[in-house]
């Protein structure tokens, strides 16, 4: 058993629409490695940083998630790849390496929050206005002018003639 414990650049592909690891960002790697009898078992937790923007009001929103990952590399020989019927089911040891992009790709990626948001409790945008509603503030609200009474309107703005004569 071994552990390793470092920091690696993030690939440019761990994200989704509207949040996600930038490009280039430190992962910080907490792994443990064991050699057990079909390979080697990988496992531990990587910590990454997020970018993206609240789902709600569309003001940016920083983070950090954690993700735990398992994943088993099989020998080129060993019992498990004579009994996979799929390349992509298994990852596989290429000699004294693991690719273990993929993996924390998937294990990210899957995580990664569908609607992240600013504050837990954002209220966000108008929909009248499209003006970001503040938690604590004063209703929001736009009067709505019934359409039949539009004409009427134009007579209550405008000067009285009467008066002026």
């Known amino acids: 058993m071994r552990r390793l414990e470092l920091t690696v650049p993030a690939p440019d592909d761990l994200a989704i629409e509207v949040i996600g690891v930038p490009k280039g960002a430190?992962?910080?790697?907490?792994?443990?490695?064991?050699?057990?009898?079909?390979?080697?078992?990988?496992?531990?937790?990587?910590?990454?940083?997020?970018?993206?923007?609240?789902?709600?009001?569309?003001?940016?929103?920083?983070?950090?998630?954690?993700?735990?990952?398992?994943?088993?590399f099989a020998y080129e020989d060993s019992t498990t790849s004579e009994t996979v019927d799929d390349e992509d089911e298994v990852s596989f040891r290429v000699g004294a390496l693991l690719a273990l992009e993929p993996v924390l790709?998937?294990?990210?990626?899957?995580?990664?929050?569908?609607?992240?948001?600013?504050?837990?409790?954002?209220?966000?945008?108008?929909?009248?206005?499209?003006?970001r509603l503040e938690v604590g503030a004063p209703p929001h609200d736009h009067p709505v002018l019934d359409p039949r009474w539009a004409?009427?309107?134009?007579?209550?703005?405008?000067?009285d003639e009467a008066a002026e004569s």
């Open 105 to 131: 790709r998937d294990a990210i990626v899957v995580e990664l929050p569908l609607t992240p948001l600013c504050e837990e409790n954002c209220p966000g945008l108008c929909v009248d206005c499209g003006e």
């Open 26 to 72: 430190d992962l910080r790697l907490d792994l443990r490695l064991e050699s057990v009898m079909e390979g080697v078992l990988v496992s531990g937790f990587v910590v990454a940083p997020l970018v993206g923007e609240c789902g709600r009001c569309l003001e940016p929103v920083e983070d950090e998630i954690e993700v735990e990952i398992a994943e088993l």
């Open 151 to 159: 004409a009427l309107e134009a007579f209550a703005n405008a000067p």
